[in-house]
């Protein structure tokens, strides 16, 4: 952060809404697998007794994210950094919470797998006359090739557009479905609101509350969008002084209001994918899981706006889940150099190293969920089993964020009585779920 670069934080709406965006990059990485798939198989399997674990899953983690949002910008630095400075014993100069970061995010190369895979079943479902192989591979040569130079934005932003459509379509689909023998009832979705959680779903829950709403992935990415986007340059660094308490307030009220119009996006697309999930194919066989679940999806816009709509929704499909896997990428490229400059092995600031590892990245992990999938061929089970991994992050995250919470509390910005029962709420749940899950699954 360079003194010269501060800035103060904009008074009117309309000039706070041309500084949102970190959210919003969020949004169209979290409205892909876990809606597409994860959700409407819980509402599949689940019917509408568990749509509760959805709900919580959208709203409860804010307020976590907002911690590690909060943390990067009032620190500036990059969070693996800000995690090998947690307590706890350090193996090769890396504290235990970016090795537990490293390992687990490795686990969810099967995740990865599977919604590049599902993205390329999609392509195949629209034009048949190429293999799913060959989708899959030229995918994974578009997305290195996008990555390589670290050229993002332009594809962000036309993704993001592209899952906003996907969102008008679906929304749109869950009203159509109330002029089709597929209506459901408020007392319907009430009964989902019980907080019961049946044995059977069990795994498919815990998948999708890991996966849904701002998962582990997103609350960690979000620290580096948040730092892009020039929040913590522009509060600059810390003197004391009130001018900066000043700039750091208003910055992360920003952040705040960035974060919120997110959540309030993805929280009606996936109630929206989760509620048509039940009422359209619960009850019905069971779903399969192979290379025939997103073709077997589609029978939701199928049933609820006509045979017309498969092709609609297979579009939309792939720009969700292309979109996901792109946002994952560029993540995983800032991710991987800050835990390995953590271990050593680079020098953060050394941009020329830094660009080297990114190119190679943007290679080597498309490659390796092109041969995960091609071995495994299961999206489903991948996807959901990346869910159950993110829970298990979910808990290095919780204890991050208290630690955060922690040591920024004497800065007093923008901490009040809502935002500590907020924070605490969500913390408790995370740790109720994530725990009983596991201990369950065990």
Not at 25 to 42: K, P, Q, R, Y
Not at 303 to 311: C, D, N, Q, T, W
Not at 316 to 342: E, M
Request: with cysteine.
């Amino acid at each position: 952060m360079n003194p010269s670069q501060t800035q103060n934080p904009p008074d009117s709406f309309l000039k706070k809404l041309h500084f949102l965006g970190p959210g919003f990059i969020l949004s169209a990485s979290i409205v892909g697998s876990g809606e597409l798939i994860a959700t409407t198989i819980l509402g599949a399997k689940g019917g509408f007794i568990t749509f509760w674990v959805i709900l919580v899953s959208c709203l409860i983690k804010v307020a976590v994210q907002l911690e590690f949002g909060k943390n990067a910008i009032v620190s500036g630095r990059p969070l693996m950094h800000e995690f090998n400075l947690l307590q706890g014993g350090k193996v090769l100069h890396a504290n235990w919470a970016v090795w537990a970061t490293f390992v687990l995010t490795l686990f969810k190369i099967l995740q990865l797998g599977g919604m590049l895979g599902g993205a390329a079943i999609v392509l195949n479902l629209l034009f048949p006359a190429a293999s799913v192989v060959f989708w899959i591979v030229l995918l994974g040569i578009s997305l290195s090739l996008l990555i390589y130079k670290n050229y993002y934005r332009l594809v962000e932003k036309a993704s993001m557009l592209m899952v906003f459509g996907f969102t008008l379509f679906t929304i749109v689909s869950l009203f159509a479905v109330f002029y089709t023998p597929f209506a459901f009832s408020l007392a319907d979705v009430v009964s989902g609101l019980s907080f019961k959680l049946p044995q059977e779903v069990l795994f498919v829950a815990i998948g999708a509350f890991g996966i849904t709403g701002v998962a582990s992935d997103e609350i960690i990415a979000y620290t580096y969008w948040c730092q892009e986007k020039g929040y913590a340059t522009f509060t600059g660094p810390n003197d004391g002084s009130e001018n900066w308490r000043y700039r750091a307030q208003g910055w992360i009220k920003i952040m705040y209001l960035d974060a919120f119009l997110a959540m309030i996006i993805y929280t009606l697309v996936t109630a929206s994918f989760y509620l048509l999930g039940a009422a359209i194919l619960h009850g019905n066989d069971a779903l399969p899981d192979g290379m025939d679940l997103i073709n077997s999806l589609a029978a939701i816009y199928t049933e609820s706006l006509g045979k017309g709509a498969r092709y609609g929704y297979l579009i939309g499909a792939f720009f969700a889940l292309y979109s996901s896997v792109f946002a994952t990428l560029a993540y995983w490229s800032r991710l991987f150099p800050d835990i390995f400059s953590q271990f050593g092995w680079i020098a953060y600031d050394d941009k020329k190293s830094l660009n080297k590892w990114v190119s190679a990245l943007a290679i080597v992990l498309p490659s390796l969920w092109i041969l995960t999938f091609l071995f495994v061929k299961l999206p489903g089970f991948m996807v959901l089993s990346g869910g159950v991994v993110g829970s298990v992050l979910l808990l290095v995250v919780i204890f991050a964020s208290i630690k955060f919470r922690i040591k920024n509390k004497g800065l007093k910005l923008t901490s009040g009585s809502f935002s500590e029962i907020m924070f605490w709420l969500s913390v408790t749940s995370i740790l109720a779920v994530s725990c009983y899950g596991i201990f369950k699954l065990l």
